[in-house]
Every structure is written in C-alpha cells, then in structure tokens.
C-alpha cells in the first residue's frame, strides 16, 4: 500500500490550502485514511480521518469548523481542505491508512504512512 500526498506550500494566515493524499495498492476499497501532522519540534499529532464508505469524518478540536476531509472513491484519493489557516497549522501533514476500515486518532493505529508534506503558514 502506498499513499502519496501533495498540496502543501506556504500561505498567509486566513488563507487556504486543499492537501490531496493518492492510495495504491489496496485491494479492498473499505479502508479508513487518515490526515496527522507534526509540528516543529513535536510530536504528531491527529488532524482528520474518514472512512472509505459512509460515517461521519472525525477532526481534532483544531481542525474543527476550519478544516473539511473527503474522499473521492473513484481516484482513490482523499482531501484535506484547510481554510482559515494559523501559524499554529504550520507542520508537515502526513496521510495514513489502517489495515481496515476504522478510522482511529491515534497513530498506532495506522499501519501505512506517506511521506509528508509541508505547510508554512506566515503571520
């Protein structure tokens, strides 16, 4: 399983950001992804989830209200809106899938990890 996700760069704080994350090699299309980030000097922390059919996404408190997950099904692709960006969203921001279909917040969850992508919010 491969996840490759894109979209980050620099922004200005009130602006907008759309994170896309690609999956491959799966053979089911009932599994959960996953958005994490890991801020400078932190630990990673849980941003977004969803599952591949049906159920409402899951956020962090952060996220909530300012960031949106979806998923289009048929590209195999899950996206991370971010809108009403902060400093604080700076971090590099990691896609993941489980084995199955849950969509946890934790990242032992996750047994799949892409490479992260950068995002620079400016004051």
């Known amino acids: 399983v491969q996840l490759q996700a894109s979209g980050g760069g620099v922004v200005q704080a009130g602006g907008s950001l759309r994170l896309s994350c690609v999956v491959s090699g799966r053979t089911s299309s009932s599994y959960a992804v996953g958005w994490f980030r890991q801020p400078p000097g932190k630990e990673r922390e849980f941003v977004s989830a969803?599952?591949?059919?049906?159920?409402?996404?899951y956020y962090a408190d952060s996220a909530k209200g300012r960031f949106t997950i979806s998923r289009d099904n048929a590209k195999n692709t899950v996206y991370l809106q971010m809108d009403s960006l902060k400093p604080e969203d700076t971090a590099v921001y990691y896609c993941?899938?489980?084995?199955?279909?849950?969509?946890?917040?934790?990242?032992?969850?996750?047994?799949?990890w892409g490479k992260g992508t950068l995002v620079t919010v400016s004051s």
């Open positions: 969803i599952t591949w059919r049906g159920g409402a996404p």
């Open positions: 993941a899938a489980p084995e199955g279909g849950f969509a946890g917040t934790t990242p032992d969850v996750y047994s799949y």
